[in-house]
């Protein structure tokens, strides 16, 4: 089963055309990035990631969300600081590339299962 995005208001569920590298795309798109500021909320049972998203679709700040849900050591609002690719896991990494960057009060969002557990992930920022 592959990853599952969805954005905030559970819209965008699904992959979206987008593959996150526009080269010569007439700048549609996202651009390009070799790296990204990232965070994310980490849960080991899909209900505890059931409840935080749907505190986020309720409008909570996504950095508030993970200090409460997540379940690793990511407790500074979930921030893994910014990450170069193949820095991360395979299928984070593709879903982590693939979103916009978007602010932690208006968070968008997407899902994806590793062998860690549920994440729901944003992106702050890309170079």
Known sequence: MGPKKETKGGKGKGKDSSDGDD????????????SINVRHILCEKHSKKEEALEKLRNGAK???????????KARQGGSLGWKVRGSLHGD???????????????????EVKTG???????VEGRK
């Not at 010569?24 to 070799?34: D, P, Q």
């Not at 996504?62 to 690793?72: I, K, M, Q, T, W």
């Not at 860690?116 to 944003?122: A, C, D, L, T």
């Open 92 to 110: 984070f990494e593709k879903v982590a590339y693939e979103l916009e960057p978007s602010t932690t009060a208006n968070p968008k969002y997407a």
């Open 23 to 34: 080269k010569g795309k007439g700048g549609k798109g996202l651009k390009a990035a070799n």
């Open 116 to 122: 860690f557990g549920y994440h729901i992930i944003m």
């Open 62 to 72: 996504f950095d508030d969300v993970a200090r409460e849900y997540s379940e690793d």
